[in-house]
Structure formats: C-alpha cells, structure tokens
Antibody, heavy 125, light 108 residues
Framework: EVQLLESGGGLVQPGGSLRLSCAASGFTFSNYAMNWVRQAPGKGLEWVSGISSSGGTTYDADSVKGRFTLSRDNSINTLFLQMNSLRVEDTAVYYC??????????????????WGQGTMVTVSS | EIVLTQSPGTLSLSPGERATLSCRASQSVSSSYLAWYQQKPGQAPRLLIYGASTRATGIPDRFSGSGSATDFTLTISRLEPEDFAVYYCQQYGTSPITFGGGTKVEIK
C-alpha cells in the first residue's frame, strides 16, 4: 500500500523552528519529486515547497522563501521540511504529497494522488 | 500567479440530484492541467480528476470534469450520501501551482 506518514508538528512560539518529516512506503520514493501542501484551519489549500527526485532542486512559495528548507534522504525514503522563523500565519495542517504519475509535468507542476494524514503546526505565543 | 475562483461557495442539494461546480481561472490554464479534489472533514484531500477530464484511479464514473482555458466544471451526475464534502480545483500548468477556494456541497 502506498503511504505517506508525516510527523514533527506541534506548538511553537513565533520566531521558533520545527522540522517535519514524511516517511514514504509502497512506491519507489527516489523516482518521484515530492511536495508539501498546507491548509490553515477552516481555509483552503496552499502549495508550500517542492523538491526534485534527486533532491538537487527545490522550489518554495514566496510566503515561505528564505525561512523553509526542503530536503530528502532517498536511502531512508524520507522527506524533511525545516521551518525556521515561524509566523502565526504558518499555522496549518501540513500535508506531504506525491505526484500522480500521469499528471506530473515538473518538480512542482503536478496533481497529487497520494496525501499523508497531515501534521498540525501551531504557531502561537 | 493564476487565481482560481470557485462557485458557488456552497451548493445545497439532495441525494440523487446533479451537482455542477465551476472553477474559473484568471488566465488560461496551460494544456488543461487542471485537477479536482474532494475533501471530507478531518481527512486529507482525494484526487478525483486530472487533465481537466481524466478520472483518477478508483473514482466512480458519476464524477466527470470538463472545460478548457479559463472555465472548468466538475459534475456529479447523481449525488450519493458520501459525496457531500468540499471540492477544490487546482491548476498545475503554471508555477506556482494554485488551488481554488473550494465549493462545499451540503445536504439540503
């Protein structure tokens, strides 16, 4: 079964840091670009960051550029999102997502067929 | 970036009725790279449609997508009880990818 399992969310003060992880199983992780999408409470979906299959190229939304760093370790099938200088507006459920093989036209230009269960990040004093 | 506007915000219908959801883009979506997702409370979104009209694996044929350029539609031919949820469109033809604000389909 194809599965993505996020961890690392929690409560952090403004200006603090968190590192999210996403453990992948059931597919050849190293063949796929991977992305994070977030959803603020009661709001819609927002793309956050994407990384190429090798990890050599990353892309970030303007809202997180310079603060979030996406990386991956293909030897352990895991994706990481290092979040620094967190703001109240970063409060959201963060989803790790896999592109649909037939709807993937770039590192970030994809439709996503597999979503993790999400991990909640709350930034509050 | 491409802004996607979904309408209506809420659709109140009864089981068995037809649902028509609209997604309008602020500029043309490249090669109809448009997807639709369904999200139920407390769950992650589920991919329904990609390429504007291709159903994802395991999606029932009562779901259909159509449209091109700036106007796209998701149609649910006969609503089943499990179809009451929030639906999002997404364009992935131009970076950054963007999502619409969602349409909630609720039981009338």
């Amino acid at each position: 079964e194809v599965q993505l399992l996020e961890s690392g969310g929690g409560l952090v003060q403004p200006g603090g840091s968190l590192r999210l992880s996403c453990a992948a199983s059931g597919f050849t992780f190293s063949n796929y670009a991977m992305n994070w999408v977030r959803q603020a409470p009661g709001k819609g979906l927002e793309w956050v960051s994407g990384i190429s299959s090798s990890g050599g190229t990353t892309y970030d939304a303007d809202s997180v550029k310079g603060r979030f760093t996406l990386s991956r370790d293909n030897s352990i099938n895991t994706l990481f999102l290092q979040m620094n200088s967190l703001r109240v507006e970063d409060t959201a459920v963060y989803y790790c997502v896999k592109p649909a093989a037939l709807a993937a036209i770039g590192v970030v230009r994809n439709a996503f067929d597999i979503w993790g269960q999400g991990t909640m990040v709350t930034v509050s004093s | 970036e491409i802004v996607l506007t979904q309408s209506p915000g809420t659709l109140s219908l009864s089981p068995g009725e037809r649902a028509t959801l609209s997604c309008r883009a602020s500029q043309s979506v490249s090669s109809s790279y448009l997807a639709w997702y369904q999200q139920k409370p407390g769950q992650a979104p589920r991919l329904l449609i990609y390429g504007a009209s291709t159903r994802a694996t395991g999606i029932p044929d009562r779901f259909s997508g159509s449209g091109s350029a700036t106007d796209f539609t998701l149609t649910i031919s006969r609503l089943e009880p499990e179809d009451f949820a929030v639906y999002y469109c997404q364009q992935y033809g131009t970076s950054p990818i963007t999502f619409g604000g969602g349409t909630k389909v609720e039981i009338k």
